[in-house]
């Protein structure tokens, strides 16, 4: 599967972005998805991720009640929906798509997931 993020770019503080992962090449409904970071100078982090149905969404406690996942496996997308932006949420965010048939243990898990996202930057800063 071919991943292709978007929707990052500059916010201030407080602010809002959605980001969007669009999925080709395989059944999207086949794959939990996963978003995740990276700050420079730090390791690639966990942020949200989604079971293959939708039923059940994961987060980091750093972004909860703040960030949304959700996806369309009509459209084959995945969603972040990021409110209250902070400072500290400045990273390059990364989409993940993990197998189902393959996918054992945790959702937080970068190692669950077999296929990553080119990554699109979101600065926050006034």
């Known amino acids: 599967v071919q991943l292709q993020a978007s929707g990052g770019g500059f916010v201030q503080p407080g602010g809002s972005l959605r980001l969007a992962c669009a999925a080709s090449?395989?059944?999207?409904?086949?794959?939990?998805m996963g978003w995740f970071r990276q700050a420079p100078g730090k390791e690639r982090e966990f942020v949200a991720a989604?079971?293959?149905?939708?039923?059940?969404?994961y987060y980091a406690d750093s972004i909860k009640g703040r960030f949304t996942i959700s996806r369309d496996n009509a459209k084959n997308t995945v969603y972040l929906q990021m409110n209250s932006l902070k400072p500290e949420d400045t990273a390059v965010y990364y989409c993940?798509?993990?197998?189902?048939?393959?996918?054992?243990?945790?959702?937080?898990?970068?190692?669950?997931?077999?296929?990553w996202g080119q990554g699109t930057l979101v600065t926050v800063s006034r």
């Open positions: 993940a798509a993990g197998e189902i048939r393959t996918f054992y243990g945790s959702y937080y898990s970068k190692y669950n997931y077999d296929y």
């Open positions: 989604i079971r293959w149905s939708g039923a059940s969404t």
């Open positions: 090449g395989r059944t999207f409904s086949s794959y939990n």
